[in-house]
């Protein structure tokens, strides 16, 4: 028995290893070659930016930080997967070079108020990317305005607004 488990035990990191020549079976994740330290912001709407910066740049941009498990097999390849889904239903990065279209704003609002964004799988691992009601609200609210003249990718780092505020009753 023992012998078994030692040979099952060989076998399957083995596999692991072997796992780890495979090809992604999606697009290769993209690495930045701009600085690091660029944050989304939404002209006139800083607080905004914010907001999405913390908790939808790592799959919805140019700028994602791909963590040590992210280059680990199987792993990678969902992560890859995520990131190039979320790139190809909305990239931020596009912003810089005009504006957030009604629609995309919209749906925007209507991801994070059903809670299907950012996904669970996300915020299990980051959870400083749980959007509070206030961060719903506050991106809610400025879908149902006129999509601002400009949205762009600055290198001026801005001042995250906390995630989680307790509310007050009568709010």
């Not at 400025?142 to 509310?167: F, G, N, R």
Request: aromatic letters at 6%.
């Amino acid at each position: 028995m023992r012998t078994i488990l030692i040979w099952l035990a060989l076998a399957l990191g083995g596999m692991f290893f072997a796992l780890q020549f495979a090809p992604s079976p999606v697009q290769p994740l993209v690495r930045s070659t701009t600085d690091p330290r660029v944050h989304l912001q939404i002209a006139g709407h800083p607080e905004v930016g914010a907001i999405l910066d913390r908790s939808c740049k790592d799959c919805h941009s140019n700028q994602t930080h791909v963590p040590w498990y992210g280059y680990v097999a199987p792993m990678s390849w969902m992560v890859s997967q995520h990131v190039n889904q979320g790139r190809e239903m909305l990239n931020f990065s596009d912003w810089d070079s005009r504006q957030p279209t009604a629609n995309e704003m919209e749906e925007l609002c209507g991801a994070v108020s059903s809670g299907s964004m950012p996904l669970r799988s996300y915020t299990l691992i980051h959870r400083e990317a749980i959007l509070s009601k206030r961060d719903v609200d506050t991106i809610c609210k400025l879908a149902d305005t006129q999509p601002s003249p400009t949205a762009q990718l600055s290198s001026a780092p801005t001042a995250l607004t906390p995630s989680k505020q307790k509310e007050t009753k009568g709010e």
